[in-house]
């Protein structure tokens, strides 16, 4: 992510507040819309999409902006979201990128939202710490969704109530949040003896924000405890819709459809001033 003016002084080689002149007076489009704001913020390589007097900007004799890398991971269990300090033995996700042979310094990367490291599951890698914010704060409103696997214990049993209690939303966690509404989808249940009832044991969580071990602990709030848990889909993106991340372990870079279903999630209606200006998730 970069600002428009920005782009223009480093692709144009003029200075910043030129390139603002420029932006001020109409001479830029993105994708055929014209703006007038120096501080749009141009991501994920939509820096294509920017034409000025009607050209393309960028062109073979022009400079080429920096391009931001971004990955999608699947996470495996027993895996670190943090990196590690030298001489830790236990796994880190910048090892598993090291691994997947991706030259790149694992100090410019980081984590889109971290997961805890007995949670697996889809996990995106960058380069740009603004997106990074922008996507996975809280407040965008993107919608990630988690499939976990509950204890069969009788003492551990998910409530009747709990889809509901999970759709109307305001359930208050131990440190005060109040949670907003999201999803809970019964996806499996065993019988065990002595119980009438089926016993819930794979469910499927739905979040639109992304408070600290908020799936595990919304489900303990209904009465449940998480034996594991997998985050499956960010927004559009899903890991049954990615043959390549089938193993956990696998590390791919984004291609072009990826890069697309990220911008029409920073185009969503919980972001709708982004156009005018620019807000890490830890929900496992």
Do not use: W
Not at 59 to 65: G, I, L, N
Not at 171 to 198: K, N, S
């Amino acid at each position: 992510m970069v600002r428009l003016d920005h782009l223009l002084s480093e692709v144009l080689g003029v200075k910043k507040r030129a390139a603002a002149d420029i932006v001020r007076a109409g001479e830029i489009a993105i994708a055929g819309v014209v703006t007038r704001e120096p501080h749009y913020q141009v991501v994920l390589g939509e820096a294509a999409d920017v034409s000025l007097r009607g050209g393309p900007l960028l062109t073979p004799e022009r400079r080429r902006p920096f391009a931001h890398r971004l990955f999608l991971m699947h996470k495996p269990q027993n895996c670190q979201s943090e990196r590690l300090k030298p001489g830790d033995a236990r796994l880190s996700v910048y090892d598993v990128v090291a691994r997947a042979g991706i030259d790149l310094p694992s100090s410019s990367l980081g984590c889109f939202g971290r997961l805890d490291a007995n949670t697996t599951g889809l996990l995106l890698m960058g380069t740009d710490g603004g997106l990074q914010s922008l996507l996975m704060h809280p407040s965008s409103g993107c919608e990630k969704a988690y499939v976990a696997t509950l204890r069969v214990l009788p003492a551990a049993r998910l409530r009747e109530s709990a889809a509901d209690e999970f759709e109307r939303g305001g359930m208050r966690l131990a440190d005060g949040h109040v949670c907003a509404p999201a999803g809970l989808e019964v996806l499996e249940t065993v019988q065990i003896a002595g119980e009438i009832l089926p016993f819930p044991r794979r469910v499927r969580v739905t979040l639109r924000e992304g408070q600290y071990h908020q799936v595990k602990r919304m489900l303990g709030a209904c009465g449940a405890s998480v034996d594991a848990l997998c985050r499956e889909r960010i927004g559009g993106l899903s890991l049954a819709d990615l043959p390549a991340l089938a193993a956990e372990g696998a590390v791919v870079e984004a291609t072009e459809r990826e890069l697309q279903l990220l911008r029409s999630m920073l185009r969503a209606p919980a972001a709708p001033a982004r156009i005018e200006s620019t807000a890490a998730s830890h929900a496992a």
